[in-house]
C-alpha cells in the first residue's frame, strides 16, 4: 500500500477516534482502514493501536509514530506549496550561458528590464564561446549559434548571425580600401581564434562565391577586443554586425564589400524539455523571445 496515503489514514483515526469515523471521513469501509493499519504496523513491526471493543488508544509506538507522521506530512504539505509557487511566480536563481558578444550586446542591456518586471529572479549570466552542458553546468537557458548539435533540447529562433567586414578610417588611409574580397590578401586582416583562427573568409555576390586566404597578423579569442584593435586601427576585422553597428553609425569603423554577403548562422534560445516549467524558466523565454531577436 501507499506509505503516505496508509500514514495519512492513521493521522485520521487517532484524531477521529475509530476507525468507523475515520473511514466515513474518507469515504471508504472500515475493513480498508483497518488494512492500511495492519500494513503500517507489519511494516514497522509495531503495534500501534490497542483495540477493545468499547474503545481504541495508542501504544508508546504508537504515540511516535503519530508524532512522526505529523511531521513527515505536514513537510510533505509545505513543499506541494513551496513547489507550486515555483510554477505561479517567477523567483529564484537563474542561470543562462551565451556566446561572448552576443550576450555582452543582446542579452546583458535587457537584463534590467527583465528584472523590473520579475523582481524575484536573480540572474547569472556566464559569457563564453565555448558550449556550456545544459546539466552538468546547471544552465537553464542558452544561446547557441551555429548548428545545434543536441537535438534533445527544445530550440527558439532568435534570427541570423549576420557578419560585416569593416576597417577603421586611419587604416584605410594608410592601406587603401579593399575593393573585392580577394584584395584582403593583401591587408592586414584581424582573427577571431577559438581553437583555430578562420584562415579563409568565404563571400557571396548572386551566384559569385569567394573564398579568401587571410594570413591573421592579430588573432584574439575574444570579440570586443578585436573590435578595439580594429578601432585603433590595427587591420581589418569580420566580425558580428551586433558588436559593429554603433561604430558603423559613428564612423569609428567602415563597412567594407558591403555588396558581398558572409555566410551567417542561425541564432537559437535552447532549454532542455520540462512538461513542469517553472514560471522563471517560462518567463525568461518570452522575455528572449521579445528582446533578443537579431
Known amino acids: 500500500m501507499d506509505l503516505l496515503k496508509s500514514m495519512a489514514i492513521f493521522i485520521d483515526v487517532v484524531d477521529q477516534g475509530s476507525m468507523t469515523a475515520a ?8 475493513q480498508m482502514i483497518g488494512m492500511h493499519i495492519k500494513a503500517l504496523e507489519q511494516q514497522f513491526s509495531a503495534t500501534f493501536l490497542h483495540r477493545t ?5 495508542l501504544t508508546e509506538a504508537g504515540k511516535v509514530f503519530y508524532q512522526h507522521c505529523q511531521q513527515v506530512l505536514g513537510l510533505i504539505g509545505e513543499t506541494h506549496q513551496v513547489i507550486n509557487q515555483l510554477h505561479v511566480e517567477a523567483k529564484g536563481l537563474l542561470r543562462l550561458s551565451a556566446p561572448a558578444t552576443f550576450g555582452a550586446r543582446v542579452i546583458a542591456p535587457t537584463l534590467g528590464e527583465f528584472r523590473l ?3 524575484g529572479v536573480n540572474v547569472d549570466l556566464f559569457l563564453t564561446d565555448s558550449v556550456m552542458d545544459l546539466q552538468a553546468d546547471e544552465v537553464e537557458v542558452a544561446i547557441r549559434i551555429g548548428s545545434l548539435q543536441d537535438l534533445s533540447l527544445v530550440a527558439r529562433p532568435l534570427g541570423r548571425y549576420r557578419m560585416a567586414i569593416a576597417a577603421a578610417p586611419t587604416y584605410l588611409t594608410a592601406q587603401g580600401m579593399p575593393l573585392r574580397p580577394e584584395d584582403l590578401a ?5 582573427g577571431f581564434r577559438l581553437k583555430q583562427a578562420q584562415r579563409h573568409w568565404h563571400f557571396q ?5 569567394v573564398s579568401v586566404s587571410v594570413d591573421d597578423c592579430i588573432s584574439i579569442n575574444h570579440g570586443e577586443a578585436l573590435r ?12 558580428p554586425e551586433v558588436l559593429l ?6 564612423g569609428a569603423l567602415v563597412p567594407l564589400l558591403t555588396d558581398f554577403t558572409i555566410p551567417n548562422r542561425a541564432v537559437n534560445m535552447v532549454y532542455r524539455q520540462d512538461r513542469f516549467a517553472s514560471a ?4 525568461i523565454i518570452d522575455f528572449g523571445l521579445k528582446h533578443w531577436k537579431i
Open 23 to 30: 473511514a466515513t471521513k474518507s469515504d471508504v469501509t472500515p
Open 53 to 57: 471493543t468499547r474503545q481504541m488508544g
Open 117 to 119: 518586471r520579475h523582481p
Open 186 to 190: 593583401n591587408h592586414y586582416c584581424l
Open 205 to 209: 555576390r548572386g551566384e559569385e562565391k
Open 228 to 239: 578595439h584593435a580594429a578601432l585603433a586601427g590595427a587591420g581589418v576585422i569580420m566580425q
Open 245 to 250: 553597428q554603433q561604430d558603423f553609425t559613428s
Open 280 to 283: 522563471k524558466l517560462k518567463a
